[in-house]
């Protein structure tokens, strides 16, 4: 790669904190000397652009980490949402406890967020995660219990927290089946005579895919994480599997502080399809540049 190119295309970035009176040229207008902070971003941006660039014998690994926030802008409501806030309320103190008291209440409850999800669709933020396919190697981690992901084309999901869609059974925890958007009922039973409820993860109950999601940190290039406070435990901690070398960008309007010391780290602070659409060009731009 001619480095005076890469140069051209860091100033087209508009990138913060790049200085050019660090860098000497020769007489030709070549580079022969980078010090400082701006020897670092060089190093760094570089280092991208050859990632992106195809200088590696596999598909490039990027791991989606995405939270509530990623399903606001299609209307499902987060804990952060004024107008959801009685109902996500409730749902943040539910326990295996609550429903052995009023197992009706739970299911009422999950019917309706249900309904509601049926009538929600991915937004843009969701098809660009999914067409990230086509290039790289993706692997979606998500707080979230939509099928938001899914319906957008993405093919490897893991969901943390349970999934909207299905429904397992009290007796037998490994019977999991797919109700779509329909109702689960008092009365609704697994073969084996257990009630069914919904395959949400309740507070005081283990975390989904947790091995798995760590794995696919562990072997991330980059990561891109989206409308999450990374606080919720024991999910929060997975980020801590990415390697130091691997590539952060965290699109959030309040992002988390927790990374802000990470040497390649890129904040996008705004919603969710809007952060997602400015990383889409910038990986259209540098892809095989």
């Known amino acids: 790669m001619r480095y005076h190119n ?9 990138l913060r904190g ?11 207008g070549w ?3 980078i010090r400082g902070k701006t020897a670092e971003i060089w190093q760094d941006y570089a280092a991208f652009i050859r990632l992106m660039g195809g200088e590696r014998t596999e598909r ?6 995405t939270g509530a926030g990623m399903s606001a802008e299609s209307g499902l409501g987060t804990f952060r949402s004024h107008g959801a806030a009685r109902f996500y309320s409730f749902e943040r103190r539910m326990t295996p406890t609550l429903w052995e008291r009023d197992p009706k209440l739970v299911l009422q409850t999950y019917n309706r967020r249900r309904a509601e999800l049926g009538r929600a669709s991915p937004h843009r933020g969701h098809s660009i995660l999914a067409q990230l396919e086509q290039k790289f190697d993706v692997t979606v981690i998500t707080q979230n219990v939509d099928d938001l992901h899914e319906r957008a084309g993405s093919t490897h999901v893991l969901h943390l927290h349970g999934n909207l869609r299905e429904a397992r059974s009290t007796a037998n925890p490994a ?9 689960i009922k008092l009365g609704d039973l697994c073969p084996t005579g257990g009630q069914l409820r919904p395959n949400i993860v309740w507070f005081g109950e283990e975390v989904h895919h947790l091995q798995a999601a760590a794995e696919a940190l562990a072997r991330a290039h980059l990561c891109i994480v989206v409308g999450t406070s990374l606080q919720v435990e024991p999910a929060a901690a997975l980020l801590g599997f990415l390697p130091a070398e691997a590539f952060l960008y965290i699109v959030d309007p309040s992002p988390p502080r927790l990374f802000k010391k990470r040497r390649r780290l890129r904040l996008h602070k705004t919603t969710a399809s809007a952060g997602l659409l400015e990383i889409e060009d910038e990986f259209d731009r540098l892809y095989r540049a």
Do not use: S
């Open 31 to 33: 580079p022969i000397l």
């Open 175 to 183: 019977f999991v089946q797919d109700v779509g958007y329909d109702e």
């Open 60 to 65: 490039l690994r990027v791991v989606a980490f």
């Open 6 to 14: 890469l140069i051209i295309r860091l100033k087209r970035r508009g």
């Open 18 to 28: 790049l200085f050019f009176r660090d860098i000497e040229y020769n007489e030709e």
